[in-house]
């Protein structure tokens, strides 16, 4: 039996550029027995304004548990709620969309399979694979690692020059990730993204709210 289509609220470009100044990327590992769900509430109280659910090692059926549990949080904020790269575990939730990488599922497939409304982010390292994602249909990028990370042991730094030429070939929202920190966002003025994601900078941190908040303000003070 064929499951129904989720309609989705619709995310206008100028949605996700707001959307995308704090955007917080789960890691359970950090949590130290505290719920998802509790972590993610935090996370947006102290200023995360974008969630995605990234949980490696999770089945579809985890992580669409995950994302059921942490949605309700997500929309009575009004914060967009993605799942990295499982579209099977975004039908089962009924969430906002989906963030895929150059080796998962398409942009095109994505889109394809979740429609026009949902969000469909795609991470990129090139102008070319930029373009090449906004005409699939791209609702915005993720560009990195722009810092060391231990998130990604393999991911090679972006140049901050290369971060800024992607901004300019591009129409849609951009935003930068890879081992980002209060101190590190001054360091990405001028480049042209709309934000910054973040997983360990704020859920390691003893006081998630308390590490949003100090985000935010970073990200205000240094990009607006």
Request: glycine share 8%.
């Amino acid at each position: 039996m064929q499951l129904p289509r989720h309609i989705y609220r619709m995310w206008t470009r100028a949605d996700l550029r707001h959307a995308l100044k704090l955007y917080a990327v789960t890691d359970s590992r950090w949590l130290r027995g505290q719920s998802l769900a509790a972590a993610v509430a935090e996370a947006i109280v102290g200023g995360a304004t974008m969630v995605q659910l990234r949980e490696k090692g999770a089945s579809t059926v985890d992580l669409a548990r995950l994302a059921r549990a942490v949605a309700p949080v997500c929309r009575v904020a009004n914060v967009p709620l993605v799942v990295d790269d499982d579209i099977e575990a975004v039908k089962m939730s009924g969430v906002d969309g989906v963030h895929v990488g150059q080796s998962d599922a398409t942009c095109a497939e994505a889109r394809a399979i979740l429609g026009p409304d949902a969000i469909v982010g795609v991470s990129v390292r090139t102008t070319e694979e930029a373009r090449a994602a906004e005409a699939a249909g791209a609702s915005y990028l993720g560009v990195g690692a722009v810092f060391g990370t231990d998130t990604k042991a393999d991911a090679d730094a972006v140049p901050l020059e290369a971060l800024a030429d992607i901004c300019r070939a591009v129409a849609i929202p951009v935003v930068a990730i890879g081992g980002i920190t209060a101190a590190r966002v001054p360091g990405l003025a001028g480049t042209g993204i709309d934000g910054v994601a973040v997983v360990s900078a704020l859920f390691s941190a003893p006081d998630i709210e308390q590490a949003a908040e100090e985000l935010r303000r970073a990200v205000e003070s240094a990009l607006v």
